[in-house]
């Protein structure tokens, strides 16, 4: 059965003022109704360049605690780098689409990689309007080279310099989570699988959308991974519940913006939070994103830190194997 692809709905949709009923989000959800307007919201920026060590766990910890959201700016990943990712990804978004399709997802597979459109079960039906390309980056045992686009020709190079370059950037996010909360430097990536942790690159691809203020690109959820390092494209559309409101979040060119996830969450027992987020499309631009989502080998059971854990601060979450978390978690069932 051939699916519909929203970037084909998207063009087709061009010159109308209207999207097909299932991508028109309940009242509850439309950007329109529920965001704050003429609110930027300025989330911590954190340099990861700074001398003293100290001020940089602080951050990060205060960070993770507050909002579950920081960006990094000066994190030593060269903006060449940053820039061909962003070049590759995007080339093959403009491919035919059935160049596309030999990347699909393939039907009633378990894992995620793959082209495709949904994602998890969606209450009431709906859809979000994007598409997106799966694959693992890292470690070699985990890649699946089926799922790399052949073309364009430097697609796998510049991902895999993308990926090199990122894992020295999470070996110090998880340094300062570990130390932020007075464990070891080690302890937090031990516990989500150390040089086993996966990392899953995604693209994000947002077509234009007539009415960006009936739509989501991606409706609110928190990421299951441990964290999420991400690189937006120029074209706002992140939001961030924060107090009660929906608040686009500010774009800084260069800055990777981290996501505290599920994962993080309960290792820490609730110290540090996993953010809320969702995406808002554009009615003139496509927006992209690469969120990289560091995953817990499947297998690997997760809970509460013993460390963390006293006769005040009981565990609050249950431990269980990480792919039993990711299970019940899209398909909406209880924890």
């Known amino acids: 059965m051939e699916v519909e692809r929203v970037q084909a709905i998207a063009s087709q949709s061009k010159c109308m003022d209207t999207i097909p009923s299932e991508f028109i989000r309940l009242e509850n959800e439309q950007p329109a109704?529920?965001?704050?307007?003429?609110?930027v919201l300025e989330v911590?920026?954190?340099?990861?360049?700074?001398p003293d060590?100290?001020?940089?766990?602080?951050?990060?910890?205060?960070?993770?605690?507050?909002w579950g959201l920081f960006q990094v700016v000066n994190h030593g990943i060269p903006s060449k780098a940053i820039e061909k990712?962003?070049?590759?990804?995007?080339?093959?978004?403009e491919l035919p689409q059935e160049e596309k399709e030999v990347?699909?997802?393939?039907?009633?597979?378990?894992s995620v990689e793959g082209y495709g459109t949904k994602l998890q079960k969606e209450v009431g039906g709906k859809k979000a309007w994007a598409d997106h390309l799966f694959h693992k980056i890292w470690p070699p045992a985990a890649i699946n080279y089926h799922f790399w686009p052949k073309n364009p020709p430097s697609y796998r190079e510049a991902n895999e310099e993308y990926a090199k370059r990122l894992r020295v950037v999470a070996d110090k996010l998880f340094e300062s989570l570990s130390l932020g909360l007075g464990l070891e430097r080690d302890e937090f990536k031990e516990a989500v699988g150390g040089d086993d942790l996966i990392y899953l690159m995604k693209i994000n691809?947002?077509?234009p959308c007539p009415r960006p203020d009936l739509a989501l690109g991606l409706v609110a959820h928190t990421d299951m991974s441990s964290f999420t390092i991400l690189v937006p494209n120029e074209v706002p559309g992140l939001q961030v519940f924060k107090d009660d409101h929906w608040y686009d979040v500010n774009y800084i060119p260069n800055a990777l913006i981290i996501h505290i996830g599920d994962q993080v969450e309960i290792l820490s027992n609730g110290m540090y939070k996993s953010v809320l987020h969702r995406t808002t499309v554009n009615k003139d631009k496509t927006r992209m994103s690469w969120p990289v989502f560091l995953e817990p080998p499947p297998e690997l059971e997760i809970g509460p830190i013993p460390k963390l854990i006293t006769e005040e601060n009981p565990p609050k979450y249950k431990t269980k194997k990480y792919k039993d978390y990711v299970y019940c978690k899209l398909n909406k069932l209880p924890q």
């Open 33 to 39: 109704t529920t965001t704050l307007h003429g609110v």
């Open 44 to 50: 911590p920026v954190i340099d990861l360049s700074h």
């Open 53 to 66: 060590l100290g001020k940089i766990v602080r951050s990060i910890a205060e960070a993770s605690r507050e």
């Open 85 to 93: 990712l962003q070049e590759v990804g995007k080339e093959f978004f």
């Open 103 to 110: 990347y699909a997802k393939p039907q009633g597979s378990e």
């Open 205 to 207: 691809y947002y077509p």
